[in-house]
C-alpha cells in the first residue's frame, strides 16, 4: 500500500491562516483546552457538515499547534498512520506516518471518520488514548512515549454507522466525548453571513427553510442538509442566482435520488422562496 492512503495530512499551525472563524455552539472550546491540557484523547460525534472538522481546525490554530488530518477509509491500516519503509536511491529507509509525527513532535491527530478504518488500527490507537500514551512501532522496534503536546481526537457520524463498524466500548471509552449537531437558527444564520456575506434577510430566509426541512416527517431522506449545503446556497444565492434553483441544486437534489422526494422537498421550498 502507498502514502497515498493517507489523505488529506494538513498542518495549521504552520499555514499563513491568522485565525479560523469558528461560531461556538455550546462550551465546545473550553472542554476540548481542559482535554488538551489534561492530555485526554477527544472523541465528536455529529452528522456530516455540521462543523466537527472547521471546529478542530479552530483550535489547532488556537493552541497553536500542528494539525494533522487523516480521512479515514475502509482500506486504511494501522500502517497508514503509523508509517513505513520506503525504497529510495540509497536503500530502505522509515518515513513516519500522520499518526507518529504528531506523537513524536507533538500536535494533534485528528482521524476523521474513524470506525471506516480497517480493525489494526485499534490496536495503535488503544495504548495511546489510554495513560500509557505510547505507540510501539513493531516495524522499528521503537517504544514511543507520546509528546506532551500530543493530542488523539477521532470523529464519526452516527447516522452512517452499521453493527459491523460501530465503535467497541473498550475503545469509546478511551474518549471525553462531545456530540456535535447543526446549531440553532440563529447560530447557522450567523455562520451563513460570516462565511458567505450573503444579506441578512435572505440568510434568515434560507435557515427558516432549512429548518422546516428539517423538522419534516416520514421524509425518506438518510440524512437532512448540512450547514455546509446552507452555505453553498448562500453562496450561490449571494451571487443571484434564482433562489428556487437554488433550493433544487443544493438544498434537494445533494439528499436524494428520489424524484418524489425532491418534488416534496421543492414545495416546501416553494413556501419560502418564489422563482
Ligand atoms: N460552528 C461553525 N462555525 C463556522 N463554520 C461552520 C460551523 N459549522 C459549520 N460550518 C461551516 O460548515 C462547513 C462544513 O463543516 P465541516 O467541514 O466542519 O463539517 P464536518 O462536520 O467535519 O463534516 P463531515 O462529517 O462531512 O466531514 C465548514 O466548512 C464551515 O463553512
Known sequence: MTTSNVQAVTNVADSEQEGIFYQEQHNESALF????NNQLPVLIKGPTGCGKTRFIEHMANKLNKPLYTVACHD????????GRHLIGSDGTYWQD???????????????????EARKDTTVVLHPLADNRRIL???RTGEMLEAHPDFMLVVSYNPGYQNL???????????????????????????????????????????IEL????????????DEVASTRLLIYAAKMLKVGM??????RCCLAEPLTDDP???EALMEVARIYFDD
Open 33 to 36: 483546552e481542559y482535554a488538551f
Open 75 to 82: 482500506d486504511l491500516t494501522a500502517s497508514d498512520l503509523v
Open 97 to 115: 506516518g500522520p499518526l507518529t509525527r504528531a506523537v513524536r513532535e507533538g500536535g494533534i491527530c485528528y482521524l476523521d471518520e474513524v470506525v
Open 136 to 138: 510501539p512501532i513493531d
Open 164 to 206: 459491523l463498524k460501530g465503535m467497541k466500548p473498550s475503545t469509546r471509552q478511551r474518549f471525553v466525548a462531545m456530540r456535535f449537531d447543526y446549531p440553532e437558527a440563529e447560530i447557522e444564520q450567523e455562520i451563513l453571513i460570516k462565511e458567505t456575506g450573503v444579506e441578512p434577510r435572505l440568510a434568515g430566509r434560507l
Open 210 to 221: 432549512a429548518h422546516a426541512l428539517r423538522r419534516l416527517e416520514d421524509n425518506d431522506l
Open 242 to 247: 434564482k433562489p428556487l434553483e437554488v433550493c
Open 260 to 262: 418524489q422526494t425532491i
